[in-house]
């Protein structure tokens, strides 16, 4: 990434105008690097560096551009750009392998199990690779989805924003949860995050964690999380009369699915069931209470948190860095923001009428 510093200055309504040379301009227009703009200001009580994906500056314009107020650095944004950046080089950098690999591996939806190793497609660096996981695991549950009763329960196995980072920005799973939704409204999705896990996440990471638990409610789902670390250690399924197997993350291969789990695992997720609805640490009885209990377990202070997400949804976040893999998609980190925003509003907004927002 290539980031260039300049000085700025304050206008009308606190959005900055950066003092840009026609040479910057010419910097920041690079189709070949990511690029981003900081602009400092100087004297400002709260904050003196904001911004911009390189993007929103690139080339000559007729007239200076602004970047929001929104666009303080700090936690918030230090997370997005982080969780774009980062997933958005990992994955385009493996396009046309990632394409190929996964056009190689059809051959297994017609299996009602499966596994595959990561020797199947080996030139692939790791997050490719668990993209091509996830992306097979959510087609798998879809596929099987009438087999399941009304209340099922989703157990995932993210703990850490990193992980959780793919909710908000794989386009497929936004497509995922907008299915599940739509065919199991009243669906409970189950977390294992342990302290010590927090122990070793910068706030900025946990930040990207709440918004992906956030986006989950948006679309009506519940989320149950546990502390307890030995229910880490269990693969990715979903229980409500059928038992569906479906684990890619921290999995020896690229994934291993089941159309039906065997009794012995079926017991097993049974009890994680117990465990993930009876001791959930945000057990509350909305989605507005379970999000500050969150948030509070994560030790990110709720009021800022969702003046950050009020202050975004006004101006939006593609301006930070937008994604360029056609994978990859900020509609899911949008509409986490926008939920949290709208949390006294949301009775009768979620999911695809945020996203539409």
């Not at 290539?2 to 950066?18: F, I, N, Q, S």
């Not at 099922?152 to 908000?168: D, H, K, N, Y």
């Not at 122990?199 to 709440?210: A, G, M, N, T, W």
């Not at 360029?324 to 926008?338: K, N, P, Q, V």
Request: hydrophobic share 40%; aromatic share 8%; charged share 25%.
């Amino acid at each position: 990434m290539v980031v260039h510093y300049c000085a700025a200055k304050v206008g009308e309504h606190g959005r900055v105008t950066p003092q840009l040379t026609e040479d910057a301009a010419t910097v920041l227009n690079r189709p070949d690097f990511r690029t981003m703009l900081i602009a400092q200001v100087p004297d400002l009580d709260e904050g003196d560096l904001y911004l911009s994906d390189g993007r929103e500056f690139a080339g000559q314009r007729p007239t200076p551009g602004q970047i929001p107020a929104a666009f303080v650095l700090d936690d918030f944004t230090v997370g997005l750009i982080w969780a774009i950046t980062n997933t958005d080089t990992a994955i385009l950098a493996d396009d046309a392998a990632l394409d190929t690999y996964q056009r190689g591996l059809t051959r297994y939806e017609q299996l009602t199990a499966s596994a595959a190793t990561t020797s199947e497609a080996p030139e692939l660096n790791s997050v490719s690779q668990r993209w091509l996981g996830s992306y097979f695991c959510a087609s798998h549950i879809s596929r099987n989805l009438s087999r399941l009763s009304p209340h099922p329960m989703f157990w995932t196995r993210e703990q850490r924003g990193e992980e959780a980072a793919s909710w908000l920005l794989w386009s497929h799973k936004l497509d995922y949860l907008r299915h599940t939704a739509r065919t199991l409204p009243s669906a409970r999705r189950g977390f294992c995050v342990p302290e010590h896990q927090l122990e070793s996440s910068p706030r900025y990471e946990r930040v990207v964690l709440l918004l992906a638990i956030a986006l989950m409610e948006a679309f009506g789902i519940t989320v149950e999380v546990n502390a307890e670390p030995d229910l880490a250690d269990v693969e990715g399924f979903v229980l409500g009369d059928a038992a569906i197997v479906a684990n890619f993350l921290r999995a020896p291969g690229l994934w291993y699915v089941e159309t039906s789990a065997p009794r012995s695992r079926r017991t097993v997720y049974a009890e994680v069931d117990h465990r993930s609805s009876s001791r959930s640490i945000i057990a509350q009885s909305t989605s507005a209470r379970r999000l500050e209990a969150m948030a509070g377990y994560l030790n990110i202070p709720w009021s800022w948190f969702r003046r950050r997400c009020r202050d975004l949804t006004y101006a939006g976040v593609d301006g930070i860095a937008r994604p360029r893999s056609r994978l990859l998609s900020t509609e899911g980190l949008a509409t986490a923001i926008r939920y949290v925003a709208y949390l006294d509003k949301t009775t009768s907004l979620q999911g695809d009428d945020l996203a539409r927002s």
